[in-house]
């Protein structure tokens, strides 16, 4: 069964970091993309971009350039999501998605991960 | 940078077609799929490659595409239905969603 779990909701404050995950399972994590999709609270889905864990190369929306970081570790089957300094602007639900290349659907989805960041 | 439009909400009678539409330039050519999408739910892939759908999805979800505008359409509406649908596409290595749909059946 594939499967795609990602790390607990968490609660920063403004000026931290912060790295969320995404366990695959029941797939060749090597051989499939995940891309990072955000939903703000009561608003609608926004690609963030897309890693290939392969070679942990990396596509960036430019709302998103500069501000997160995506990672992979082909050893343990996870991606990563990172920022070196939230905001309170990053309060959102991060949902990772797994695709077969780039122009393909994303055909599961983990169960989302809730940030939130508040002083 | 590129964008996709879908109406904003829609409303059907149980039993009954609603029709979905989300329009982009060329969008035809960019691969679009549709995702449902239940409060307090992941989404999940409804339609995708024009009109096919993942095992699972039922028969009454179909899809078409046209130029300029895909095409989701529900027939035989059930209450489970109800939910926000997201249209999604590729503008070369870009992804895109439209702002999503919410149907409600009355």
């Known amino acids: 069964e594939v499967q795609l779990v990602q790390s607990g909701a968490e609660m920063k404050k403004p000026g931290e970091s912060l790295r969320i995950s995404c366990k695959g399972s029941g797939y060749s994590f090597s051989y499939s993309y995940i891309t990072w999709v955000r939903q703000m609270p009561g608003k609608g889905l926004e690609w963030m971009g897309t890693i290939d864990p392969n070679d942990s190369s990396s596509n960036y929306s430019p709302s998103f350039q500069g501000h997160v970081t995506f990672s992979a570790d082909r050893s343990i089957s996870t991606a990563f999501l990172q920022w070196s300094s939230l905001e309170a602007s990053d309060t959102a639900m991060y949902y990772c998605?797994?695709?077969?290349?780039?122009?393909?659907?994303?055909?599961?989805w983990g169960q989302g991960t809730l940030v939130t960041v508040s002083s | 940078s590129y964008e996709l439009t879908q109406p904003p909400s829609v409303s059907v009678s149980p039993g009954q077609t609603v029709s979905i539409t989300c329009s982009g330039d060329?969008?035809?050519?960019?691969?679009p799929c549709w995702y449902q999408q239940k409060p307090g739910q992941s989404p999940v892939l409804v339609i995708y490659?024009?009109?096919k759908r993942p095992s699972g999805i039922p028969e009454r979800f179909s899809g078409s595409n046209s130029g300029n505008t895909a095409t989701l359409t529900i027939s035989g509406t059930q209450a489970m239905d109800e939910a926000d649908y997201y249209c999604q596409a590729w503008d070369s290595s870009t992804g895109v969603f439209g702002a999503g749909t919410k149907v409600t059946v009355l």
């Open positions: 060329e969008l035809g050519d960019k691969h």
């Open positions: 490659e024009e009109n």
């Open positions: 998605a797994k695709h077969p290349t780039t122009a393909y659907p994303f055909d599961y």
